[in-house]
């Protein structure tokens, strides 16, 4: 059974940062692309970031480019989402995913339909 299993989300000040991980028992993990998504109330989910399977090539969504930082530890299968300079509108339930394998680059996997797997999501709150 896959898992992924997200952490690190909670409550900060604006301008504070935060790194989120997202752990997944997952064989194929070290070649699949992996992405974060998030959903604030009352909004649908919206693409953060990818990163292939090597980490050699990322992906960004224009609200969080230059902010936020995908990266990937495949010995540990898990993905980490740094993110710097949070402000309030980054409030929302971040989710890890697992990609399809075969989509011929990262910049596709911005949307949910090129996901199979998803965690259950970690709260980020970011006060002003």
């Known amino acids: 059974q896959v898992q992924l299993v997200e952490s690190g989300g909670g409550l900060v000040q604006a301008g504070a940062s935060l790194r989120l991980s997202c752990a997944a028992s997952l064989r194929t993990f070290s070649s699949d692309p992996m992405g974060w998504f998030r959903q604030a109330p009352g909004k649908e989910r919206e693409f953060v970031a990818a990163i292939n399977w090597s980490g050699r090539s990322t992906y960004y969504a224009d609200s969080v480019k230059g902010r936020f930082t995908i990266s990937r530890d495949n010995a540990k299968n898990t993905v980490y989402l740094q993110m710097n300079s949070l402000k309030p509108e980054d409030t929302a339930v971040y989710y890890c995913?697992?990609?399809?394998?075969?989509?011929?680059?990262?910049?596709?996997?911005?949307?949910?339909?090129?996901?199979?797997?998803w965690g259950q999501g970690t709260q980020v709150t970011v006060s002003s």
């Open positions: 995913a697992a990609g399809i394998p075969g989509y011929p680059g990262v910049s596709y996997y911005d949307s949910e339909s090129k996901y199979r797997y």
